[in-house]
């Protein structure tokens, strides 16, 4: 993946948070998605103007201790968010 | 031809018949569901007719022949396809979950989840431990939260795979006097559950069965924002409502517990639901 793009997220998904989580659900594309805490995070820091080398500093900034897993956590989350088509990379 | 009218969540399906092998194939599938009552304004006429092969049924939808077959399991799941689809088809009035249901003690347990998850081994499973039936593949939950809810209420459907697990959970008076081929089984309900009552409250617990060849039962609780995924992947009539229901949906895993039941057989499960029922206060 290359980390110098930016995760733009499909327009029209439905979101609701729950408890620090998050579900979506995209009408038109039928999928739904649920997100843990840290996933949660990782989708609010896809704002479409950070790359994701971006996502991956800030969380590595505010979790110092997890910065081995917090790449892999990023990559493996966008890569979902592709293969549902709830996200592409521009 | 005479009409069979099947009716749910204020729709109806007629479907047209030509012999009493059909009737008694109807009533033995649809009996729940039947309107004696003369029905204005049908969804569908559908029409299950004698074919040209002796012992052989054609079902037709819309003028098309769509399957012929015996009077067995798979002309059943096909009807039954055939007749969910066009009583939800303009259905836009609640949410229809691709759903099992139970009540314990007045008490709706909501088994949610797509082919495969066990619903109608696990529906069966808490059926011959004092659960009462009421669906094992469809429960309507209307926008109006007064409404009655509406499960639809079949004979349970046990495919081949699930044969084996379910033959050591009924008796054998039951499976004599079902429906049983090479597709499965088609069990009456009330050869397990004699003293059925139609139970129409909203759900007071939603588990989710997952059956994981070699999984130890594990039952643990999941969030709200998980069982909401869950739940939008079972909603069957999602394109009729506004957001796909999404709205409702949250409302519902907001204010219903939530258990995922893993397992791999049924053994322990009934003192793993005792322990559930515990720690939700039900007595």
Known sequence: MDTKRIVMLEAGYLLERIDNEI??????LATSLYLNETGALIWELCDGVRPVSEVIDVLVDLYPENEAQIADDVRALIRRLLEKNIAVLR | MPEYTVSFAGFHVAIEYDS???HYFLSLLFDDLHSEAQV???EKVLRVAQAEVAGEYTLTNTGCESFSGALGVHFAAMLFDAVIFNLLNRNSHGIAFHAGAVAYQDKVILLPGLSGYGKSS???CLVTQGCSYLTDELYFIPADEHAPRSPFTRPLCIKYGAVSAVK?????HALDNALGDEYGYIIPHRLLNPEFRQITTSPSLILIPKYQAGAELK????SAAQVSTHLMACDVNG???EGHGFRQVIQIARSVPTYRMVYSSF???EAAMQNLFKVLHWK
């Open chain 1, 23 to 28: 579900t979506v659900y995209h009408p038109t």
């Open chain 2, 20 to 22: 009493d092998e059909v």
């Open chain 2, 40 to 42: 204005a304004e049908h």
């Open chain 2, 122 to 124: 696990v529906t069966t």
């Open chain 2, 168 to 172: 050591r959970l009924v008796d054998e």
């Open chain 2, 219 to 222: 039952i643990e609780k999941i």
């Open chain 2, 239 to 241: 394109r009729n409502l």
């Open chain 2, 267 to 269: 053994q322990g499960v």
